[in-house]
């Protein structure tokens, strides 16, 4: 635990002007983001009497070691730099709002040829016009079947589009009048990107006039007597408005808005966001967030909108779905100052944006609706974790005192050896804080000094690299003396030569555009130290992992090694392994982890091995690319057709030269060529095409 008074900027240092702040803890993790308005007087209350702080501030300011801050002009840029950090840098004790699920949305491909209508998740595509999101698939694909009688745009993927389009057959859609079938010519591209366009307007809320229009046209018939086409049409009517349905008015002056509530209490809140277009609920979200630092309803609402509209721009109204910057934003609270936040909304949206509090009416009464979601949406959130929460605190208690360990092991790295009867032999790291899996510092390692099949010297290389690297991280910032390490880490497969450490203090006041770019500022792969280091293997696997640590003077670390045979717990130096009970919460844990690093271990084996099965001799020819190595077996045919070409043959392909076409036939002529293929049913000799 840090003293904040041993890394306290001196007095007069700090600046009186908008900025940005940053806390780091030992290791220079960034651990802490904000913003003020008066950079001096906001870090100066965290150096106040420690009885003082609130206890979530009173654990950020012990566990940092240094502060630095970089000035900007004025709150906007602080809150747009504030955004970008925390997205950068993920900080422990900043306000994260988490989705309790991943929400799907309807999305419409306008980027492709044949625009498709499907469900999509994760972030959002450039070209793409989204709708949603919403709170369940099946909600979509109803919506989606009733539309499609009356704007029969193309659903299905590109394999069955292609393959639909060479056997000259639509699919079943296409044949029950569900799709325009453009993979057969029924429809232009321009025509089905005109019923795409006016799937999008319709779904944007803009409904009146294609009913409007539709009832002409089955008077039109009926009047005509064509009443099959009549019926035909009041059916579309129909089916259009059991859609709408789903979507009732709730605002009656036909508003894009979107309306934040947050639920919360002493440790946690939850935020909920009704996306409302033309006066429908067109999309709803809600996260989930831990409250580490000591905010109130008006921070946690500041936050949610940095969240929401960070990474939207241009006008929600223009873009036809949920994303974008609306028109009004309603909130239970005002940010204090909220001038900064409504210009940085305004910005974003290109045109004036209302950030208020409604105070009666259908926006007030929606509000109240929203509010009881959140609270809901809290109560349901806790009800699930609560178990997970003592289960996991359960299990590293559990661990740490099964292995005798000083504190429970929050940080948790795993390593498991994987290769085909010795080929391809490769390294898997997983990485488990507070029991749950951080798969962004997943490493993956290639074996390089071992050849063969030995588990045992390669978890030696692994370990090795894996700290090495920790240590120049360490050296970069102090911490470690560069004596005590001498010529070893320039040996390392993966060390490198020791940079000098740049000059600590504040960080230099420069433009915000240019702060995230610092290398220094950057998060280290492998510069955060974890408790427990955790082997796939036994007795062998756990004394090469410890004489890997010995050897680089890391006495810090503890080490174990989960047995698969009969799920025993090594320890380094102990002739007798730890039985945990087949009930232990612990042993669950381990096991997790350890499978964990068995899958992601395997996924990169098998990568490996399929792309050097895949490999071609001339992906050995220096400086021949994939464009002339494409030119030369189109030309040829095959690899055996032109390792049997003369230089002056292989010459003649556009774009060889005689130097490369010399450089082709002796890397061909080197290399080996592979023993005949046989038909396994038949015995037969396969001749190489």
Not at 303 to 316: C, K, P, R, S, V
Not at 345 to 350: H, M
Not at 534 to 545: F, L, T
Not at 651 to 671: D, I
Request: charged fraction near 30%; hydrophobic fraction near 35%.
């Amino acid at each position: 635990m840090a003293d904040p008074s041993t890394y306290r900027p001196k007095p007069g240092e700090i600046p009186d002007s908008p900025g940005v702040y940053r806390f780091r803890d030992e290791h220079r993790r960034v651990i802490y983001v904000g913003k003020a308005k008066s950079l001096r007087q906001r870090l100066n209350n965290y150096f106040q009497d420690l009885a003082g702080l609130h206890p979530r501030t009173r654990t950020m300011v012990t566990t940092a070691a240094s502060v630095e801050w970089t000035v900007v002009s004025t709150e906007v840029e602080a809150l747009q730099l504030e955004y970008t950090w925390i997205q950068e840098f993920a900080p422990r004790f900043n306000v994260k709002y988490r989705d309790d699920k991943s929400y799907p949305s309807l999305a419409v491909t306008m980027n492709e040829e044949f625009p498709r209508v499907q469900v999509m998740r994760g972030p959002k595509k450039k070209g793409v016009r989204y709708f949603g999101p919403y709170g369940q698939a099946w909600a979509i694909r109803e919506t989606v079947d009733l539309l499609l009688r009356v704007f029969p745009v193309r659903t299905c993927s590109a394999g069955v589009f292609k393959r639909s389009a060479q056997i000259g057959r639509p699919c079943l859609l296409g044949y029950i009048g569900k799709c325009s079938a453009p993979c057969v010519g029924r429809v232009t591209p321009e025509e089905h990107r005109e019923l795409a366009e006016e799937f999008c307007d319709f779904m944007a809320g803009h409904t009146g006039s294609y009913l409007r229009r539709l009832e002409r046209e089955m008077q039109e018939a009926a009047e005509e007597l064509e009443y099959e086409r009549a019926a035909r049409l009041r059916d579309d009517i129909d089916a259009l408005k059991r859609a709408m349905e789903k979507n009732a008015v709730v605002l009656t002056d036909a508003t894009d808005a979107d309306l934040i509530a947050v639920a919360e209490d002493e440790l946690e809140a939850a935020v909920q966001i009704f996306h409302v277009r033309g006066g429908r609920v067109r999309g709803q979200r809600g996260w989930v967030t831990d409250k580490v630092e000591e905010v109130g309803t008006a921070e946690l609402v500041e936050h949610a909108l940095q969240q929401l509209y960070g990474a939207e721009q241009g006008d929600a109204s223009a873009g036809g779905g949920s994303g974008g910057v609306p028109k009004e934003v309603l909130v239970p609270a005002l940010p204090e100052p909220v001038e900064p936040i409504t210009q940085w909304l305004t910005e974003r949206r290109g045109a004036q944006v209302s950030l208020r509090i409604p105070q009666r009416g259908d926006k007030r009464a929606l509000m109240e609706t929203v509010n009881r979601n959140a609270e809901h949406a809290l109560v349901l959130h806790k009800t699930k974790r609560a178990s997970d929460l003592t289960t996991r605190s359960r299990a590293l208690e559990e661990i740490a005192e099964a292995l005798d360990l000083d504190s429970a092991p929050l940080r948790i790295e795993c390593f498991d050896i994987s290769h085909l009867q010795g080929d391809d032999v490769v390294a898997s790291m997983v990485v488990f804080e507070d029991g749950l899996a951080r798969k962004s510092e997943y490493r993956r390692f290639q074996i390089k000094s071992v050849a063969g099949q030995d588990d045992v010297r390669s978890m030696h290389e692994v370990i090795s690299r894996r700290f090495r690297r920790y240590l120049v991280e360490k050296q970069k910032t102090g911490e470690w003396p560069e004596e005590e390490l001498g010529g070893e880490l320039e040996s390392g497969p993966e060390g490198g030569t020791p940079q000098p450490r740049p000059a600590t203090g504040p960080a230099p006041e420069q433009p915000a555009q240019g702060a995230t770019r610092d290398e220094e500022g950057r998060p280290k792969k492998f510069a955060y130290p974890p408790q427990l280091v955790v082997v796939d293997g036994g007795q062998p696997q756990v004394a090469a992992a410890q004489a890997a640590l010995d050897e680089l003077g890391i006495d810090d670390v503890a080490v174990c090694g989960l047995a698969k045979r009969l799920e025993e717990v090594w320890l380094p130096g102990e002739s007798d392994p730890v039985v945990l009970p087949r009930s232990s919460e612990g042993l669950y844990l381990l096991q997790r982890v350890r499978d964990e690093a068995h899958r992601f271990a395997i996924r990169y084996q098998r990568g490996k091995r399929g792309k050097r099965l895949r490999g071609s001799p001339l992906d050995a020819v220096p400086g021949l690319g994939e464009t002339r190595k494409k030119a030369l077996l189109k030309h040829f045919g095959s690899v055996k057709k032109l390792r049997a070409a003369s230089v002056e043959e292989i010459s003649q392909v556009p774009g060889v030269g005689r130097k490369t076409a010399e450089t082709v036939a002796a890397a061909l002529s080197q290399a080996a060529p592979p023993g005949p293929a046989v038909n396994t049913a038949t015995g037969e000799i396969v001749e190489e095409e």
